[in-house]
């Protein structure tokens, strides 16, 4: 079978990762399906090095990979499919987080997320609706009902951790919690913002 009748097919991958100075090579930009001879002879081939003055990400359009490809098999017939750019994220040094910090920001997060939660009870009259609850149920009167009151405490706790399926590293299912669907929309707004404005740049 001659290359004319070949066809290779070409996804490139939305994003992936890559340290400095690395060498990327045609299988971790893009996933190939055709010739599978083909695909090994061109497989590790290099595309990209990673370079310091690519900052912290970088774009490689198809055009560059077609130019690779063709390099090695100048008439074969290369067919895009989905995306035609790969966004590079450049795995920077990690600065090591002194202990300080790392208690300054749990603290300021601790008490910012406990006063959101004390004033969204205070609209809505929580304390007195516990009062009213606890007159119905028993038919006392008391300003602190904390039979009610320790309890609903302790459920909203455990209700913010079912939700967001994580308790520390520990995930309860594989199912994703909404921080995890956030992250995801938001990964992916910032890979559109990145190819649209290397467009614009360029």
């Known amino acids: 079978m001659s290359l004319e009748d070949t066809t290779l097919f070409v996804r490139m991958k939305p994003r992936i990762d890559a340290s400095l100075h690395q060498v990327l090579t045609l299988h971790q930009l893009?996933?190939?399906?055709?010739?599978?001879?083909?695909?090994?002879?061109?497989?590790?081939?290099?595309?990209?090095?990673?370079?310091p003055t690519d900052g912290s990400r970088v774009q490689i359009d198809i055009m560059t990979i077609i130019a690779s490809i063709h390099s090695i098999f100048p008439k074969l017939d290369i067919q895009v499919v989905g995306s035609v750019n790969t966004v590079v994220y450049v795995r920077q040094p990690q600065k090591r987080l002194r202990p300080l910090y790392i208690a300054l920001v749990w603290l300021l997060l601790f008490v910012g997320s406990g006063l959101a939660v004390m004033n969204f009870h205070e609209d809505v009259s929580m304390r007195a609706v516990h009062i009213r609850l606890y007159y119905l149920v028993t038919g006392e009167e008391t300003l602190y009902p904390l039979w009610l009151q320790i309890p609903y405490s302790l459920g909203l706790g455990i209700g913010m951790v079912l939700f967001f399926n994580h308790f520390f590293k520990k995930r309860f299912n594989d199912e994703p919690s909404p921080l995890d669907v956030e992250m995801f929309n938001y990964q992916q707004n910032l890979d559109q913002y990145v190819v649209q404005k290397d467009k614009h740049d360029h």
């Open 30 to 51: 893009s996933n190939l399906s055709g010739d599978q001879t083909i695909i090994k002879r061109i497989g590790h081939l290099a595309v990209y090095q990673i370079q």
